[in-house]
């Protein structure tokens, strides 16, 4: 019984991910966010979470492969969102760090998708967003207990 509550819950949680675009973080024009993809601002995201990253790092956290990373992030220091660092103590190893342009840009972004969220889930009736606020504490509880095996 438990495994089926398991696979239950992993197929919900990817395909949350999905509907959240669709439904409620509509995709940016790409005159405001100057076209980039989603790809590139979860790369933005990462950096500002977790600091400067070697491109091998941010590929292996998104599953993209060191090739494709190339592209995005050669975009991505086009657009002054991010800059190439040199490791302190490993030549072989360059860091990507977000720019101040970039750090700017994604408060903005984050924003807009707050405030998006909030005209989209206004529309709910009261209950629907008191049972959405107090299922969202849980999950947050119960995914911060979820080790992260990377």
């Known amino acids: 019984m438990e495994k089926d509550k398991l696979e239950f819950i992993a197929i919900s949680m990817l ?57 995005l992030i050669d975009r991505l220091i086009s657009e002054n969102m991010v800059e190439r660092l040199p490791h302190p103590s490993d030549r072989r190893v360059i860091n990507i760090a977000l720019t101040t342009e970039g750090k700017e840009f994604l408060k903005i972004q984050k924003h807009k998708i707050v405030r998006s969220l909030k005209d989209n889930l206004s529309s709910l009736p009261e209950e629907d967003i008191e049972l959405l606020h107090s299922s969202l504490e849980n999950v947050i509880k119960i995914m911060s207990k979820v080790s992260d095996k990377e």
Not at 22 to 30: A, E, H, Y
Not at 32 to 38: D, F, N, Y
Not at 41 to 53: D, K, N, S
Not at 55 to 68: A, T
Request: aromatic share 0%; with cysteine; net charge positive.
């Open 15 to 71: 395909s949350l991910v999905p509907m959240l675009k669709k439904k409620v973080i509509k995709p940016c024009c790409s005159e405001e966010c100057r076209g980039l993809t989603h790809t590139h601002i979860q790369i933005l995201v990462m950096l500002e979470e977790i600091g400067t990253l070697p491109v091998s790092d941010i590929g292996r956290r998104m599953s993209i492969s060191k090739p494709n990373m190339t592209p």
